[in-house]
């Protein structure tokens, strides 16, 4: 049961000390995300995972973010992921297969290494990092998006940005570039379903990925809050639609929502737009400070994969640790984790 999972936690954390690490994402439900050492946004996690000196880095978050991790601590700590099942579905909405093919097609109509820069969202599988890796490419997260498209606009004249569409459009619009610059390659379709002329009248070619949770999100909910609470201000995760982000006052990472939702007055009232834990976990902060936090979606967004971490898992993977037992470890082949490591050292560096 919950009590004595919540008790074999503690005890192993207690056994194992500083050889441990428990990284928590965000959206982990409460409890799990109360036994983590450390907490952050996707980018926080990596430089997190890259400075730990423990043995063991547990993961309580999704695969993408483990093998991050496991690439940045250059295979020297044990990286665990306490349920392998959980993934990211926009991540899998791109692999290395599709993306070959993209850029294959491209060089039917210019020449992608001279002309374009592959630029992938950290929401991604290793493999796919190494692709931009051998590229001249580099990765992004939610919180230096911006920065890194500068950077790679500044190199060639178009990015290709995958796997999520929406955190591409949302800043590349927010740099100035009009959306008749940017086209949609649909993966499923020859030649992503564009014309020659349009590949190369583009300047940002956005994969057809998408969040499934923030999917959920639309404009009328905001429309709805602003009726209901002139006063209000909306705040919003880059990975919701156009629209959403659009309408919104703020938008950036999980872990620039809290931090400027945790500076309200009291009396200040918001709409958030990102995943239910989160949300929740906010809310209940900020209330005994009067100021007011709202999810945005009537309906229940939880992220399904970030919920299967949970107390069992994770008392289980802590217990084999106890007893000498590696379980669930996630590691990268050496032969991509190097190329991947050298465009999240890229990411690193032009952000700094
Ligand atoms: P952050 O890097 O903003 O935490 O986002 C991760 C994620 O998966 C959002 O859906
Ligand atoms: Fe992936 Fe969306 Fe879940 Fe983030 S919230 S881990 S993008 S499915």
């Not at 946004?41 to 483990?66: E, N, P």
């Not at 665990?80 to 909405?93: Q, V």
């Not at 911006?146 to 290709?160: D, N, P």
């Not at 499934?212 to 639309?218: D, G, R």
Request: hydrophobic share 40%.
């Amino acid at each position: 049961d919950d009590g004595e999972c919540e008790a074999r936690i503690v005890a192993a954390k207690r056994m194992l000390g500083d050889r441990l690490c428990i990284l928590g994402h965000h959206y982990q439900r409460n409890e799990v995300f109360r036994h983590a050492h450390f907490s952050g946004d996707s980018l926080k996690l990596s430089q997190l995972a890259a400075k730990t000196k423990a043995d063991f880095i547990v993961f309580c978050g999704v695969h993408f973010m483990a093998e991050v991790a496991d690439i940045v601590t250059g295979g020297e700590r044990t990286v665990i992921l306490p349920d392998l099942a959980a993934g990211c579905s926009m991540a899998d909405m791109a692999n290395l297969a599709k993306v070959r093919k993209c850029w294959d097609e491209l060089s039917t109509v210019l020449d992608p290494d001279q002309m374009v820069t592959p630029v992938t969202y950290i929401n991604s599988a290793a493999d796919l990092k190494a692709f931009c890796g051998r590229h001249g490419g580099i990765v992004c997260t939610s919180s230096n998006a911006r920065a890194v498209l500068e950077w790679a606009f500044a190199r060639r004249e178009k990015v290709l940005f995958f796997p999520d569409q929406h955190l591409g459009r949302n800043t590349a619009y927010g740099m100035g570039i009009p959306l008749d610059e940017m086209v949609v390659w649909d993966f499923s379709k020859p030649m992503g379903g564009l014309s020659p002329e349009a590949i190369r009248k583009a300047r940002m070619i956005l994969w057809k990925g998408f969040c499934s949770v923030h999917q959920m999100f639309q404009p009328q909910h905001i429309d709805h809050f602003r009726r209901r609470v002139p006063h209000g201000k909306v705040i919003s995760h880059p990975e919701n639609a156009f629209e959403v982000c659009q309408k919104s006052d703020y938008v950036g990472s999980t872990e620039y929502i809290l931090r400027t939702v945790r500076a309200s007055q009291p009396g200040e009232h918001w709409l958030v737009g990102t995943e239910l834990n989160l949300v929740n976990r906010l809310a209940e902060e900020m209330r005994p400070r009067g100021v007011t936090v709202e999810f945005m979606s009537p309906t229940v967004c939880m992220c399904s994969t970030m919920f299967r971490i949970d107390p069992q898992h994770l008392a289980w993977t802590l217990d084999n640790l106890v007893a000498g037992k590696v379980v669930n470890q996630i590691r990268v082949p050496h032969e991509v984790a190097e190329p991947a490591r050298a465009a999240l050292d890229l990411m690193l560096e032009v952000v700094d």
